[in-house]
């Protein structure tokens, strides 16, 4: 029987979560629901003519041509605005490893999102595997359907190694959200949070906790930009080029972060540091310990609670708080960025997204908050404005041109 619907209008308590009761509402609604997308026919059939020209014998014409020219089965087919998000369920968005049916519902969402915010058709597909070569051989085989590959919730280090073949073997682009998503919306909001704290780019001390996909990709994304010195941690601490255990994505970030090869702890790394930026767990950062960076910007975006809550920082001393919670003000969400990004690379055809087109997308992002409007509590776009993803992917559609990549 379904449990009871929450009572509406209910007052929430002074630092009670308001999660349990989203929890629920949205439960119920996904039962209501019985899924968030839906395929729809582009043309009615209702005459024969219909029949005739969108099924047989119609239809072998557009066969033929594709047939012809490999590049028309993106003009006479969707597969042109139709975008795969692909998971093997192994990291799901706070989840972890749930396994790729019960990562469907978070597809679903992606999918809807697509659409909603950039117009782009996308498609849900979970695959049951957590093997390298039969993931990267799956998506490969079926690619042919699709403009680009969204690939979502696989876990590091897996997925640094699935990303990176699949773009030596496809022809389109191959974008890990988790990873580069994360990293532009990440980059975006630091640019405006330099600004409004007066820091100065490329002296500024950056400590990421976490260093899986996505503070690894924030780490390279920031170190490319200029930012300054980024120094990454981990559940063991500081990590330093030469520790052992380092996996590749880890190894590889060592040897160009940390410039002062510090070690230590979390707190050891706070210190003097002129920002955080956390995807990592829950309740690891202290006001005390944000007391002791400078005028410190706070990117806590663990979900649903962050490493800090923002009044905690704010009773530290932060100058700037960003979460990746929207009932906070700050909000850092993956919305921001690849509804964006897929619909500039599909409409130019680029065959891949490269860290000029990530950079370039960043800096639209930023640029979307005037200068008259930025504040310590307004340094991104709302995740619902939708004039975002049009000003990304022109960003994103320019730079392609600009490199020469784009194929339409």
Known sequence: ??????????????????????????????????????????????????????????????????????????????????????????????????????????????????????????????????????????????????????????????CFEVERRLKEVCDIPVFHDDQHGTAIVVAAALLNAAKVTGKELGKLKIVINGAGAAGIAIGNLLISMGFGNVVMCDIHGVICQGDEGLNPGQEAISRISNLEHEHGALADALRGADAFVGVSRPNLVTAEMVSTMKD????????????????????????????????????????LVFPGVFKGALAVRAREITEEMKVAAAHALAALVPPDKLDPEFILPSALDKSVAGAVAQAVADTARKQGIARA
């Open 1 to 158: 029987m379904w449990p009871p619907a929450p009572r509406r209008g209910r007052k929430i308590r002074s630092g009670e979560d308001k999660t349990m009761d989203v929890n629920q509402e949205a439960l119920k609604l996904h039962y209501d629901l019985k899924g968030k997308i839906e395929v729809v026919a582009r043309k009615h059939i209702e005459t024969r003519e219909d029949l005739s020209l969108l099924y047989t014998p119609g239809v072998a014409e557009p066969c033929r041509a594709i047939q012809r020219d490999y590049e028309q089965s993106f003009a006479l087919t969707r597969r042109g605005n139709l975008v795969a998000v692909i998971t093997d369920g192994s990291a799901v968005l706070g989840l972890g490893d749930i396994g790729p049916a019960a990562g469907m519902p978070v597809m679903e969402g992606k999918c809807a999102l697509f659409k909603e915010f950039a117009g782009v058709d996308a498609f849900p597909i979970c695959v049951d595997t957590q093997d390298v070569d039969k993931l990267v051989e799956t998506i490969a085989l079926i690619s042919k359907s699709f403009g680009g590959i969204n690939l979502e919730d696989i876990a590091a280090p897996r």
């Open 296 to 335: 410190g910007v706070v990117f806590a975006m663990a979900n649903p609670t962050p490493e800090i809550m923002p009044d905690e920082a704010k009773r530290g001393g932060a100058a700037v708080v960003g979460t990746g919670r929207s009932d906070f003000p700050n909000q850092i969400n993956n919305v």
